[in-house]
């Protein structure tokens, strides 16, 4: 999850350099994965600029970008979790199932596990940011390019 122009271009850079590894091996899986990869990230920094040319008072409330996150993460997983504590409750059950696929080589298991451990901490980042955010923030923002923003970053 990138919340900056800046962050997405660091994710392009490193998924080109992972695509032209993947393309020196030969790897099909990859070269595709990256490259879709690479085109999705490319469309988010688009929307991100086109998101700092919106005015101000069209802007969303941080806390309606970070639940929507939320929610987006947690239907992923499909998760019902209400704070972070039922969260790392979840990482902990999650590290063990990843664990237990692990010890018996199950690839498919760690690599479900893995990526759920990596949403999940996603997650309780998310739900840290959302008690930090101002009580008075910036009304709402255009929603076309926010959703496309959250609908590229589920994906």
Known sequence: ????????????????????????????????????????LTELVSLYDQ???VPI???????????????????????QCSSVSEVQDEIQTNDMLL???????????????????EKLTELVSLYDQLQEVPIDEQPKQSNIIQSK???LQAS
């Open 99 to 117: 664990k237990v696929a692990t010890r018996k080589g199950k690839t498919e298991d760690i690599q479900r596990y893995s990526e759920a451990h």
């Open 51 to 53: 998101l700092q040319e």
């Open 1 to 40: 999850q990138c919340s900056s122009v800046s962050e997405v271009q660091d994710e392009i850079q490193t998924n080109d350099m992972l695509l032209k590894v993947a393309t020196r091996k030969g790897k099909t899986e990859d070269i595709q994965r990256y490259s879709e990869a690479h085109e999705k």
């Open 57 to 79: 008072d069209e802007q969303p409330k941080q806390s309606n970008i970070i639940q929507s996150k939320i929610d987006d993460l947690q239907a992923s997983l499909d998760l």
């Open 149 to 151: 923003i959250d609908d």
